[in-house]
């Protein structure tokens, strides 16, 4: 089955600076790959999302790049701000099955 | 409304008692899940229901036991469980079973003594 790899576990930046979370997937048939944020005791929210068939996204300060040959994709944050601190999960979608990686704690300090 | 609802937000069960996780969503979805949140691990899913059918069972122990009486609601069953198996327990719901979306609940917080 699939096996998402998710780095860092915990990333602290200072507000203004940018932010980079990677993860790597095992199953080259995977072509979905979302990205949730969880503020602390709040439900985990779709931030964005991107297909096999593409190969960058931006929405605003966030984007998603992915490079489907060496199997990663990435969540860029520019200009970071207090509200950005959450934990960030990615994962990867292959048919019915949706795997998670462990999350990333990022705190943007003021 | 918000799109999904979980009760009870936390609970606190001994091993021996039986209790019940409710979930419901208001998003006219298809297919409806519970997932594990432990700790530092990702997210585990457990069960998924398609259409109201139980469409997969991640190996989950009996201890645990799903049921979904229509496309909008969503029960998990406990009984006699572990302290192991105090986490948060999210529902999550989709248009329909396959790459989308997940809308999830804030999630019940189980902690077993």
């Known amino acids: 089955g699939e096996n998402v790899e998710q780095h860092p576990s915990t990333l602290s930046v200072q507000e203004g600076d940018s932010a980079v979370i990677k993860c790597t997937y095992s199953?080259?048939?995977?072509?979905?790959f979302p990205w949730y944020k969880q503020e602390l005791g709040k439900r985990p929210q779709l931030i964005i999302d991107?297909?096999?068939?593409?190969g960058e996204k931006k929405d605003q300060r966030i984007a998603v790049t992915l490079n489907k040959t060496a199997k990663h994709f990435s969540l860029h944050i520019t200009e970071t701000q207090p509200e950005d601190s959450a934990v960030y999960f990615c994962?990867?979608?292959?048919?019915?099955?949706?795997?998670f990686g462990a999350g990333t704690r990022l705190t943007v300090k003021p | 409304e918000t799109g999904v609802t979980q009760t009870p937000r936390h609970l606190v069960m001994g091993m021996t008692n039986k209790k019940s996780l409710k979930c419901e969503q208001h998003?006219?979805?298809?297919?409806m899940y519970w997932y594990k949140q432990s700790a530092k691990k990702p997210l585990e899913l457990m069960f998924v229901?398609?259409?109201?059918?139980?469409?997969e069972n991640n190996s989950v122990p009996s201890r645990f036991s799903p049921e979904c009486p229509n496309s909008s609601h969503l029960f998990l069953h406990l009984h006699t469980l572990q302290p192991e198996d105090s986490a948060l327990y999210l529902c999550?719901?989709?248009?329909?079973?396959?790459?989308?979306?997940?809308?999830f609940g804030e999630g019940s917080r189980l902690t077993v003594l």
């Open positions: 999550a719901s989709s248009q329909e079973r396959g790459p989308g979306e997940l809308f």
């Open positions: 199953d080259s048939a995977s072509n979905y």
């Open positions: 991107i297909r096999s068939n593409v």
């Open positions: 994962a990867a979608n292959k048919g019915n099955d949706m795997r």
């Open positions: 998003l006219g979805h298809n297919a």
């Open positions: 229901y398609n259409f109201k059918e139980q469409t």
